[in-house]
């Protein structure tokens, strides 16, 4: 049983997800627990998968027991275990979560949300676990396709917004076609692993189409995680999603790109390669530097709540990249540690704005007027999401920046360490200005006034919404002061890679 | 008898009890003479923690407890010595005389949200006790972060327009210090070294990096602990005088500004060491610095005409004279720097709560509308004078020792010309203070604001003030 936990993380929610197609029409009490059965299944797989590769070292699980090149291969180290985990854990929270708002938001749909939904989770997280690189098209298609369906079932401005993603999508997907089949003509496998061996072994790495490949795949991946210039199709479609689809989406598919992006670079191309043959760190890091701030500013500009965030995610996205390519092993220790780290931070912020539109129906940041009164435990969350994406110790978001400018100083890429700082303390006037709405009001009294207002009265959300918040504030913490474990095991991986 | 180090858990116990205590204190929010009884509980224990181990700190061993590491080679690490020790006295023992008067002045008033406010006074107590006991810089900057943060409400009570603004200013002040400079140099450090930044009593810098580098990261120390308000990062410290007076009392003349203060002195003397610091002559332009703030704020203090300002920007000044204490690197200054963060202390506590027994009694906030307020209020303007005869430097109170020390040690390094400058300040300082005291008292019957009938403000506020400024004259028999 313990030796199909690889395939269990995938198939859990998979299946269940047709299951659900089937059955859900008719019975539709039953998709809300066999969702949550399904992800816990599937969290409780890629724990005993990362307990089983700290043990035993990289796995390989033949898919029907064909052998590469020819079958499937799941090749799971520690990167991809890690990964797998946020994501599985992040999609139970926001399964919690969202028992209340689908019914709320998309009542006529819950089955079909819920197939979809699972479905969105099989590809990201068969995304991660795969050691194929077609396979891992078919999969980020699988995932795509159904994000168009999830944001798409939002009010009237989603419609247009999962249009424009579509668009932007299918061109990312198809660049990382592209990018594939050039490497297939070049080596004849889609194996990541036979890929690199054959790369190397026919002294392959020369070749402009596997410049090409690479560049293909690059700008592919660069596109669907949203790297500024090509964010574009972004902040609408977390925007005007339902609050369930953008809790889950927001998270975890630029997370997943990142991830991509890295294992292209390190697996597939590897380290030699990538940043020694190519050299193209400095204009990488300036373009990532233009994203973090470009991200920053923008998110300074939006009134509306969830917008502001999903700019956020933009700068964030530019910290990884910025990360990955300093071409150091601090800073890409940092890069992946923060693919965790940010998974969480931006869950918890996202479902912080799903609460506050599900209590106020208002989309505004001046919604959180007097929310320290009405909803104390609510804002504390919010608080400790907040206080880790500024940076403060001892949330994770420190130690992410910890580790990303440890990497840019041993670098020299100066520039990337003042936008990392920048964007700090950008990211603290965005916060603080809710905070100071939630604290003061949007319109503060003159004088000394606030003596003899009614006090008014708490009212927290539902338990189902506010358990999952407090839950991911609670990991947020517990990431960050026990990220020594963590950081252990991407360390193992970084050096293993060859990076110094 | 050698020195030796011991392992104990008690620092750790002194900074969380008054973390811990916020959890009685929120349950009991609606029962105040309760919740404040926690408020005394946990700064007795608190206190007690601390005097529990200065025996063992004056037989000259140091305690050392280290909760874990949480990066490879750094770790939360507390580490009580002397100076740590006289800070953590300081605060701690000001504390309780703090929630005193809190009592007299938040329920004089009928504040709201007192539950808040005596919640972040608890936080921000462990805030302080933890920089006082940080045993390394990463754990320290903990720690301040902590404070900047924790304090942000209580300067913020009003919840107003204006509070808004100051709180701003604040946070902008000391948040964008912080991350901007000490952040990259505490990085910098790290990779520098690759040392646990274990505060060591000769530094552990040198050898390190070269000059330049030296340079640059004492600027972006001193500049980014922006809590010690050296200009021009000053302008938080007037801007927070928003908050509550006890709130400026306890931080913005003891917690806070000495936080920022003590952190500096820890950085020059643990972190780049006395001796590394004056082979490169890096004191000389710090020294300037100061002077600097010294006199400008002095000048500015004398301009203002609402009482707070004026103490917040005396504040400025005396924080300066510690800094300039530390920067001459010679064994006087220094010990007349680490003297002056608890005279200064215990001096402009005193300022600050007679400032905010005069508001609570009679609701007036500038000096122009306090002629003759002695007939009314007697007990508060005698601690008013004793306050700013420590804090000018007068051989009555406490204070003479520290100023004395500093200007010792200008002389004997043959910086005359900062001897002028502290001569000149102190000048100064009696300037801007006396004749608020002499008005009060000294004036003719017709010039008087007030009624020839004592009505003092509410009685626990009269008692912390006069312990304060008995504390004060007290401390002129104490030689360290």
Redesign the interface.
Known sequence: MIEQSPAFILLAPFFTAIFIALVGIRFRWICFPLVLISLTLSVIASVCTLFRVLDEGTLRYFLGGWAPPFGIEFRIDGLNALVAIVITVVALITGIYSRQRVLAETPDKVSQFYTLYLLLVAGLVGMVITGDAFNLYVLLEISSLTSYGLIAMGPKRATLATFKYIIMGTIGASFYLLGVGYLYIKTGSLNMLDIHEQLVANNLLGSQSVMVAFIMITIGVWIKMAFFPLHSWLPNAYAFAPTTTSSLLAPLVTKVMIYVMIRMMLTVFGVEYTFIQLDWSNIVIWMSVIAILSGSVMALAQTDLRKMLAFLIIAEVGYMVGGVWLADQSGMIGAIYHIISDAFMTLCVFLFAGIVFAKTGNRNINAVEGMFKKMPLTMMAFIVGA?SL?????TCGF?S??YL??GG??SGHWEF?IAL?LS??IN?ILF?RII?IA???AN????????HTEEPKRSEASPSMLIPLLCTAALLLAIG?F??PI?RIITDFVVATGLR | MTPTTLTSFTPVLASLVSLLAVLPIVYFGRKPNLREGFTFLAGFIKLGLVLSMLPIILAGNTIEYTLW????NLSIAFRVDSFGMIFALVASSLWIVTSLYSVGYMRGL???SQTRFYSFFAISLSATIGVAFSANL?TL??FY?MLS?ATY?LV?H???????TG??TY?TYL??TS??FV??AL??I??KTGSSMDFTSGGFLSGHIGASEALVLLLLFTFGFAKAGLMPFHSWLPGAMVAPTPVSALLHAVAVVKVGAFCIIRVYTGVFGIDFLSNLDLGTMITWIAAFTIITSSLIALTQDNLKRRLAFSTVGQLAYIILGVALLTPYGLTGSMMHIAMHAFGKITLFFCAGAIFQATGKKYISEMVGIGKRMPITMIAFFIGSMSVVGLPFAGGFWSKFYLLWGTVSDGQHFMLIVLLISSLLNAAYFFPIVFKAFFCKPEESLFENKIQEAHPCAVIALSLTALGSIFLLSIRI
Not at chain 1, 444 to 451: C, D, I, N, S, W
Not at chain 2, 69 to 72: A, F, G, Q, S, T
Not at chain 2, 158 to 164: F, G, N, S, T, V
Request: charged residues 20%; aromatic residues 14%; negative net charge.
């Open positions: 206080f500024i940076g403060i110790p001892p130690f920046k910890w400018i440890q100083i041993n360490v700082l700090s303390l603290a603080f100071e604290y003061f009001g503060p009294a003159e004088g000394h006034g606030h003596h002061i990220n020594d950081i | 590491e949480i990066v490879p009928k504040e709201h990463l900057y903990l972060e943060l409400p913020t009003h919840q107003d327009k204006e509070a808004r709180g701003r946070l948040l964008s991350i901007g952040l990259p990085i910098f790290f990779l």
